[in-house]
């Protein structure tokens, strides 16, 4: 035994000073030896203070849980403005009410729907939006299965994707649809993207307790392996159990606060809490051990291990803690929850080590408990230590293929960004998910949209028709199978809106009138024979007139004066038979009354041949000689009924006569009035000059159908030319339809503005075109799985694609942007490309600059920071092995970040502790050195290695892909880094390159054999 005071080294085997001391953790060390009450009240203190102060951190984590992905991607920003735009609240949060009864709808059924409808538009806590699909006739079919078993509401639920607000109101949906469905013989379930993130959430909390557990026991059998003694074995996991509950308690105050906490906060702080809490313990106690074996009292033992592998915890703990809190600086929840909650746990991890362990150590050493027993393994690795320094070369090569081809497995990676694989599939989720594939289209409710945002009212013909070209553009892009929006509302073209078919229809329509104008050529012949028989016939009528009717003229103006001389013989007889005198001066005049009736006798005569001309149907049709030809009717008359005859007779026999008979008086009176109203009936009329009228007509009218008739024969000509032609120009139209009709290449389209006044087209384009024409959106259907890289490739590009189409066009100046879950998974995507550099860059650079620090060297902390890439590499290449070639799994996008920044900085823990032995063991000759390293620290780093590695295989007894995944690959590279890259590569590089490993330190001080 030697002095219990202060001691700042321990006896070399050859006397000199060996190790490099901290005194300040000496310090601490003999502080918390000291007041062992006071330490131990400050320990529990904060364990129950904090726990009453704040609420366990499960509770905060329910209700400060952050979104999964920032609110401010691409994706997200489009399904706002779209939301704003559709007047569709909600439509970043939309849970499915999806609705199976092999009953189908029946009257009671459907009764229980509208409840439903009606209960969750009155919730408006939880409820922003119901869209009830099923009760429009438009809709209908969208939301009801084809089997009629099936059927979905889509419900817009209050707060952000996967936040505390969603995870309640999906829990309020879910306990109003099964209360209204509750034994109604129709099974509910709310699924979709935000009923995911609030499923995994429970699931994480109650998996809890079961990883918990399993850690503990799993470390416990480790512990009790490598101690061989329960009270050992316990010291370690009570000194964590104490770190937990003080960094549980201020992570739930810091949470409260407003820190960044997720669902997998306390999960991963508590599994990386134990794993690190108790190699810390391991490290402390190994070397205690060494103390005591040295001949150390208990209290100078601990002190001595808390100055000097202290330190090296210290470094260690640091390296770990500053990776995980660079974590704070990514962009994804995923991440920056992480971090932070770790580098607390870390950092009580250590704190509880070099504070707590001491005393506890001091107590059992007391009670002659916690010493330390045979060491069992100290020949194997010395052997291991002797195979390495004899053959580096084979040891290095072997170890180093080995992992290079692990490593190579890695390139076959598929990363899955599908968060509903993540969890059992009995969560209601993933159970609705599998009810709607059951009877829907696969994926039906992850829709994509693509958004058409611009300044102007894009409801005219040439914008609707720009928006045409657009989609058509997308429409051609490999992959895509449908393109459904305003121009094609049932993922067609919209046929009646294209050129090609409006040309087709000209076509045809042209088509049909040619034939039938090819049918009529013979009524075409008709015609003309028609207009040319007009032409003759007229002409006839012209020679006609001409050779009758001109020497007429002077005729028929005698007929016309007669009437007035007949006016002054009409008193004189209508006196007649009153005054006789007078009636011997009328006889007197006799001879001149018969000679001008003879005289008018004879042009009624003469009027028989022009009458007979005229009746014929061509002077029916002229107005003026149908006219005259009734007034030649009319003179005709006074000749045929004898009445001109009477006059004369009646005149000459008057002049024969001194004195008439009442007789002769009585007929006089009766012819007189039967010419006098023949004569009215012509009378006033300038029958000469109207005669002349007509013949002048009649020959303009000879002419015109001249002219007609030959304008009828050119015109029937060039008819059938132009049928000919026609025929051509309809067949043009029509090839062009035929050969374009079924591809997306053909471009036209016309549309014009006011279609949107059809009640029906218009209802059905409000749902692809906003209120104010400025915003479009399409859907989009593809043929890759939408969670796929594929999916998430082609979501950039058709946004790309969308750009490229718009300049020249009314569409220049506006946006295109992608919703839905395949851009979503591509912001994520990005997102992740850009923390993984800014992380793994950072975790290279902490944990370099500290081994540099530490080793005061360069050569070293690089070979050391390849080994742990190199190990990485080869972790995550066995786990691309198991879990996607042979259990056929994709890997879950957080792993292969999370995996990095734990290997990198834990495999610095085991470095640390590996090179400042050698450093410290490198004194005469690296050789003997990495012999004795080995020997001394290869138990330590065994141990430390499986008690890490249980720590992380305990979350895959849990129920989440991430956590398993995560759990399973860091596991294995920690068994890859503790009996592989710790025990052969890096010892046999530290032979190979001998004192180099410390350039540009202080070479000359190391004194080495020869």
Not at 43 to 55: E, R, V
Not at 537 to 548: H, P, T
Not at 789 to 799: I, K, P
Not at 842 to 871: D, E, F
């Amino acid at each position: 035994m030697v002095s219990s005071s202060p001691i700042r080294t321990r006896p070399s085997r050859g006397g000199e000073k060996l190790g490099e001391y901290s005194p300040t953790l000496e310090r601490v060390a003999w502080f918390t030896l000291r007041r062992k009450g006071i330490v131990t009240l400050v320990w529990l203190g904060a364990a129950i203070g904090l726990g009453l102060l704040f609420p366990q951190l499960e509770s905060v984590i329910r209700e400060q849980s952050v979104d999964p992905i920032p609110a401010g991607v691409p994706s997200f920003q489009t399904l706002d403005r779209m939301g704003a735009s559709f007047d569709e609240r909600g439509a970043k949060t939309t849970v499915f009410v999806v609705m199976e009864n092999s009953a189908g709808l029946s009257d009671n059924t459907r009764d229980r729907y509208h409840v439903l409808v009606d209960t969750l538009r009155a919730d408006d806590r939880h409820v922003i939006a119901v869209r009830d699909l099923l009760s429009d006739p438009l809709t209908a079919s969208q939301a009801l299965s084809k089997d009629k078993q099936a059927w979905y509401l889509p419900v817009g639920v209050a707060g952000t994707l996967g936040g505390p607000d969603t995870a309640e109101a999906v829990a309020a949906v879910r306990e109003i649809a099964e209360s209204i469905f509750r034994d109604s013989g129709t099974t509910v379930r709310v699924t979709g993207p935000p009923a995911t993130f609030s499923d995994q959430l429970a699931v994480g909390e109650s998996d809890l307790v079961l990883i918990t557990v399993a850690t503990v026991l799993l470390i416990a059998v480790i512990l009790l392996i490598v101690y061989r003694s329960v009270f050992t074995a316990l010291m370690p996991l009570l000194v964590v159990g104490m770190s937990l509950a003080v960094g549980r308690g201020v992570l739930s105050g810091l949470g409260e606060l407003g820190m960044p906490v997720s669902q997998f906060t306390s999960m991963f702080m508590t599994v990386i809490i134990f794993g690190a809490g108790v190699d810390y313990s391991v490290f402390l106690i190994s070397r205690y051990h060494e103390g005591i074996r040295a001949g150390y009292s208990p209290d100078v033992a601990i002190a001595h291990a808390n100055a000097t592998i202290g330190r090296v915890v210290l470094a260690s703990a640091g390296t770990v803690a500053l990776a995980f809190l660079a974590m704070a600086f990514a962009k994804l929840s995923v991440f920056n929850t992480l971090g932070p909650a770790c580098a607390i746990a870390i950092a009580f991890a250590f704190l509880a080590t070099v504070t707590l362990l001491p005393l506890v150590l001091s107590f059992a050493a007391k009670k002659g408990a916690g010493l330390p027993r045979r060491d069992l393994t100290r020949d194997y690795w010395r052997r291991v230590g002797v195979m390495v320094i004899r053959r580096p070369v084979p040891l290095l090569a072997i170890s180093v293929v080995v992992l290079i081809g692990l490593a190579m497995v890695a390139a076959t990676i598929q990363i899955t960004y599908d968060d509903r694989e993540g969890q059992p599939p009995d969560t209601g989720s993933n159970e609705g998910y599998a009810l709607l594939n059951r009877h829907f289209p696969k994926d039906i409710i992850i829709s994509e949209f693509l958004v058409v945002e611009s300044e102007n009212d894009m409801r005219t013909a040439q914008g609707l028709a720009d928006l045409d070209q657009l989609a058509s553009r997308v429409a051609q892009i490999p992959g895509v199978t449908r393109v459904i929006g305003v121009t094609r509302p049932t993922g067609e073209k919209l046929e009646q809106a294209q050129l090609s078919w409006q040309n087709d229809q000209i076509g045809t329509k042209i088509t049909e009138e040619t034939g039938d104008g090819q049918a009529r050529k013979g009524d075409l012949a008709v015609l003309k024979a028609g207009s040319e028989q007009l032409a003759g016939g007229l002409a006839l009528l012209e020679d006609q007139i001409s050779s009758n009717l001109a020497p007429l003229s002077g005729l028929l103006d005698e007929v016309s004066s007669f009437g007035p001389q007949l006016d002054e013989y009409r008193p004189l007889v209508n006196q007649l038979a009153n005054a006789a005198p007078r009636l011997r001066q009328f006889s007197k005049q006799a001879p001149e009354l018969s000679q001008l009736a003879r005289r008018a006798q004879s042009a009624a005569d003469a009027v028989a041949p022009a009458l007979s001309a005229l009746d014929n149907p061509w002077c029916q049709q002229i107005a003026q000689c149908s006219a005259l030809r009734a007034q030649m009717a009319d003179i005709r008359a006074l000749a045929d009924d004898q009445s001109l005859g009477r006059v004369a007779d009646f005149a000459a026999q008057l002049g024969r006569v001194s004195a008439p008979g009442s007789t002769n008086i009585a007929q006089l009176q009766r012819s007189l009035q039967t010419l006098d109203s023949a004569l009215q009936a012509i009378g006033g009329q300038d029958l000469g000059n109207r005669l002349s009228q007509l013949e002048s007509g009649v020959g303009a009218l000879a002419d015109g159908a001249r002219q007609l008739s030959n304008g009828v024969g050119a015109l029937v000509d060039s008819n059938l030319q132009l049928l000919s032609g026609l025929a051509q120009v309809a067949a043009q139209l029509r090839a062009p339809a035929r050969e374009v009709g079924d591809s997306d290449s053909a471009t036209g389209f016309y549309l014009p503005a006011d279609a949107f006044k059809d009640q029906q087209f218009s209802q059905v384009a409000r749902q692809f075109i906003s209120s104010d024409g400025k915003t479009v959106r399409y859907a989009v259907q593809t043929a890759y799985d939408p969670y796929s890289a594929d999916a998430m490739t082609l979501a950039n590009e058709l946004s790309s694609v969308a750009e490229n189409a718009m300049p020249n066009t009314t569409l220049e100046g506006g946006r295109a942007s992608v919703a839905g879950f395949p851009a979503i998974n591509a912001d994520v995507q990005r997102l992740l490309s850009y923390d993984f550099k800014l992380l793994g860059i950072a975790t290279l650079l902490i944990v370099g600059l500290i081994l540099m620090l530490l080793l005061r060297a360069v050569v070293a902390p690089v070979y050391l920071l390849a080994t742990v890439v190199l190990n990485y590499m080869a972790a995550l290449g066995i786990g691309v092995l198991v879990l996607q070639h042979i259990l056929g799994a994709g890997i879950a996008w957080p792993v292969p970040l999370v995996s990095f920044i734990v290997l990198v900085a834990v495999g610095a823990d085991y470095n640390m502790l590996l090179v400042s032995r050698l450093r410290e063991e490198t004194r005469w000759s690296v050789r003997v050195g990495v012999m004795r390293t080995v020997a001394y620290t290869g138990s330590v780093i065994t141990s430390a290695g499986l008690i890490f590695a249980a720590s992380m295989f305990g979350l895959m007894v849990g129920s989440i892909d991430v956590m398993v995944q995560i759990g399973f690959i860091i596991g294995v590279g920690l068994l890859l880094d503790t009996f592989l890259v710790r025990t052969l590569v890096v010892p046999a590089l530290a032979v190979l390159l001998g004192t180099a490993s410390w350039w540009p330190g202080d070479i000359d001080r190391f004194r080495l054999a020869p």
